[in-house]
């Protein structure tokens, strides 16, 4: 599929294109800081659909940089095939929410924050989270190389096994705030691009009645399977709505690893709280489309953030590993593109159904 990008600059030309091609109006907000190639960095906005539209389906892509790969690429496919939502419904496609993550290849800011934790209440830092101290030294002193990763990843499966895997979770991927060394730090202040996304969010959810939303992520669940990763509670109208409308990929706690729930910080309680303020309803969630084994994945992420914290001599190594986090957030094979981008385009089936009915 040619819609899918091997770089941001690439990715963000094709989006901007697509858009042109159709006479859409782009609003591009702008990052203070260049990509590798010395090219601009912004997250970027089309709007399908009229803006006095009281429906709004919200998309959003590259929260966690290299994961936008799959998001890009879905959007401008739609922006290609001249799709456009009924005539009282606006779309709004939000192009590399993180995108200074996503063009050094990156999960996380250029504060290295994890975006998805960094929407914590305005004023209220998170607290310590005093699980991930216990693991902090394995995360965070390990080196660049396979005997410092061996190491860690011993100590780590030690850890996992005398404390459980929901400890395990909490400890290493629940958010921390002490450490901005670390993998998944809340920050201790807003970003860049949580001040984008919500400025982003307001401005074009504002006067809306129903809001449906859908934030665009890989790296969890089976390869090329799209799971729909939600925090309602059991038996509670929206949950039974996202089954009625979305089907059997939405996920509670089925399946550990691949679960949102109890997780702070994330764009689901930025959702939330919006929907709350601007006084319209709101269903929606985190799409997750599988890629490689978790495993790899953590190793992948252990690696690269010890070669940001370290530096590498050995550029050939130091390539390795950036290369290793771009394959596991981005499978660069035509099945699996095919795969997440029917599948996305079914979840968007259901969201338009579901908000014509409101
Ligand atoms: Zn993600």
Redesign the pocket.
Known sequence: MDSFSNSYAEARGKFLAAAEARGLGIQSVIHPLRGPENEALATDVVRLGATTAKRTLYVTTG??GV?GYYGSGVIVQWLRDGWMPPADIKVILVHACNPHGFAWGR?FTEENVDL?RNFWPLNQVPETNAAYAEIQHLVEYSGVGADSLAYCQQQLAEYLQKNGAANFKIALSGGQSQSSQGLFFTGTEPTWARHTYEQLLRQHTQGSEHVFYM?L????GPRGYADFLHQYATGSTELNNLVSYIGERVLGDERDEATAQGLEGTTISCFARHAKVLGYSLLGG?I?CGTTPLDHTLEALLQETALQRHGCDDDQLAAQIRQQLKDV?YVNEDDWKQQVFEQTCDIRQGAINYLNEQ
């Open positions: 929260v966690h994961e999960r998805n934030d992520h890989t790296g969890l985190a997750e957030f």
